[in-house]
């Protein structure tokens, strides 16, 4: 029993982190996206990622107060991103380079 | 505590660590992918794949009526929406011509664009 509980435990620290590695390699490429459509991905995948996060926790403390938090950010957390594509990434066309090619990235 | 509980508890934190990990593995996707449309195709797997494991583990571990129910809201909830938000991302994307430096080997979504005569709108002019 304990010895399972401590494997547990292990498991989730373990998932914990490895959200939190995720958000920290996300920002950057939030910081850092050429365009602002990777920004609206990034955007996308952050609320699943507070979303997972949220259940670690409540499957580490066994309650369920954040459930509506979870499901709102579900419903929405893709406003974000369709009104980044259909009203700002117009005007932010790639950048040319020297040779006239975009540069894509 | 029965053997049940017990084996439910394991398997969910399992889960919880296989959906952590998908989710890391589509964020280290989206770092190293060259352009949009690929980075949104490596960013699909934390939002269904990880995110579909994180909430079964969560279920095997609470295994209370209404935080299934809840569960299962937020599943479709997050399967709804995600394809809405891609789908505009991809259409901005072809639209302000951002599809990759390699160009697409077959386009089939410019004809439908252009109004059928001349050659239509190319992408990146």
């Known amino acids: ?105 | 505590m029965s053997l049940w509980s017990e084996a439910a508890d394991l398997i969910g934190a399992a889960l919880l660590l296989l959906g952590c990990l998908q989710s890391l593995l589509g964020v280290i996707g989206m770092l190293r992918f060259p352009d949009v449309l690929s980075r949104s195709h490596a960013a699909t797997k934390p939002q269904t794949l990880g995110m579909l494991l994180v909430l079964v583990g969560v279920a095997l571990r609470l295994r209370d009526g209404i935080d299934l129910g809840t569960l299962a809201l937020i599943a479709f909830f997050q399967f709804l929406t995600s394809p809405v938000a891609s789908h505009l991302v991809a259409r901005s994307a072809y639209r302000t011509g951002q599809t990759g430096s390699r160009g697409l080997l077959r386009d089939d979504l410019d004809p439908q664009l252009s109004d059928g005569d001349g050659d239509g709108e190319r992408p990146g002019t």
């Open chain 1, 1 to 105: 029993m304990t010895v399972l509980h401590t494997v547990e435990e292990a498991m989730l620290v373990a998932a914990v982190v490895m959200i939190l590695v995720a958000g920290a390699l996300l920002l950057h490429r939030i910081w850092y996206g050429p365009s602002m459509l990777d920004r609206a991905v990034a955007l996308d995948v952050a609320a699943a990622l507070i979303i997972a996060g949220i259940g670690v926790k409540a499957a580490h403390d066994g309650d369920s107060f954040y459930f509506p938090v979870m499901l709102v950010l579900a419903f929405l957390g893709f406003t974000g991103s369709v009104g980044i594509a259909r009203f700002i990434a117009v005007r932010d066309r790639p950048a040319r380079r020297p040779d006239g090619k975009e540069d894509h990235r």
